[in-house]
C-alpha cells in the first residue's frame, strides 16, 4: 500500500532554533518527492521538489534531503522565525503510466515560539 | 497572473443539504483536481478532471461528483452533507503536458462546515 508518514506529529521550537522533519515513505514506483508549507486555513505551498537522483534541494533557510535507498526524507529548518509556523507536508508523485497520483503525508504542525 | 481561485471561503451547511464549491485554475492551467483535507490531516484525493472529464478518483462516494467547464474551471458537489464532510477543500490546478513532474497549484480552500 503507497503511504507516506511524518514524524514528529508536532513540534514546538523557539525562534532562531532549527528544527528537522522526517518523511518515511513506500510508494511505488516513486516519481518525485516535495515538500509544502501550509499555513492554517489556507492552501499547501510548495517548497522543495526532488527527484530520485536528487539528495539535496535547498530554497532559502529550508533544506530537504532524500535517501532514494532507504525511502526517507528530511526537511531541515534553520534560524526559525515566527512566521515558520505552519504545517509542513510531505507528498510522494507516484506515476505508473501516463496517470499519476500524489500521495500525502498527514503533515508535521510546527510552533515557533518567541 | 492570477493563481488558483476558489469560492466561497467559508461554507456553513445543515446535514442532507447538498453544496457546490467553485474553482478557477491558474492562468494556462488545464487540469484541475479537488483534495478533502480534514482537521489536523493532509490532504485526500477526490478526483481530477481534464477535458471536461473525470480522469481518477480516489476512495469518495457517488454523493462527491464534479464537473469542468470549458474555460477549464471547476465545481464540487456534495449531496446529502454528512458532519463528516466538514473539511477544508482544496483545489489544485496543473498543466496536462507536465503531468509527469505533478506540479500543482493549490488555491486558498474553502471551509465547510455541517451542523
Known amino acids: 500500500k503507497n503511504q507516506v508518514e511524518q514524524s514528529p506529529q508536532s513540534l514546538i521550537i523557539l525562534e532562531g532554533k532549527n528544527c528537522t522533519l522526517q518523511?518515511?515513505?513506500?510508494?511505488?514506483?516513486?516519481?518525485?518527492l516535495r515538500w509544502y508549507k501550509q499555513d492554517t486555513g489556507r492552501g499547501p505551498v510548495s517548497l522543495t521538489i526532488m527527484t530520485f537522483s536528487e539528495n539535496t534541494k535547498s530554497n532559502g533557510r529550508y533544506t530537504a534531503t532524500l535517501d532514494a535507498d532507504t525511502k526517507q526524507s528530511s526537511l531541515h529548518i534553520t534560524a526559525s522565525q515566527l512566521s515558520d509556523s505552519a504545517s509542513y507536508i510531505c507528498v510522494v508523485a507516484s506515476n505508473s503510466g501516463n496517470t499519476g497520483k500524489l500521495i500525502f503525508g498527514q503533515g508535521t504542525t510546527l510552533q515557533v515560539k518567541p | 497572473d492570477a493563481g488558483v481561485t476558489q469560492s466561497p471561503t467559508h461554507l456553513i451547511k445543515t446535514r442532507g443539504q447538498q453544496v457546490t464549491l467553485r474553482c478557477s485554475p491558474k492562468?494556462?492551467?488545464?487540469?484541475v483536481s479537488w483534495y478533502q483535507q480534514a482537521l489536523g490531516q493532509g490532504p485526500q484525493f477526490i478526483f481530477q478532471y481534464y477535458e471536461e472529464e473525470e480522469r481518477q478518483r480516489g476512495n469518495f462516494p457517488d454523493r462527491f461528483s464534479g464537473h469542468q467547464f470549458p474555460n477549464y474551471s471547476s465545481e464540487l458537489n456534495v449531496n446529502a452533507l454528512l458532519l463528516g464532510d466538514s473539511a477544508l477543500y482544496l483545489c489544485a490546478s496543473s498543466l496536462a503536458s507536465q503531468r509527469r513532474t505533478y506540479e500543482q497549484y493549490f488555491g486558498p480552500g474553502t471551509r465547510l462546515t455541517v451542523t
Open positions: 518523511c518515511n515513505y513506500t510508494v511505488s514506483p516513486f516519481s518525485n
Open positions: 492562468s494556462g492551467h488545464d487540469t
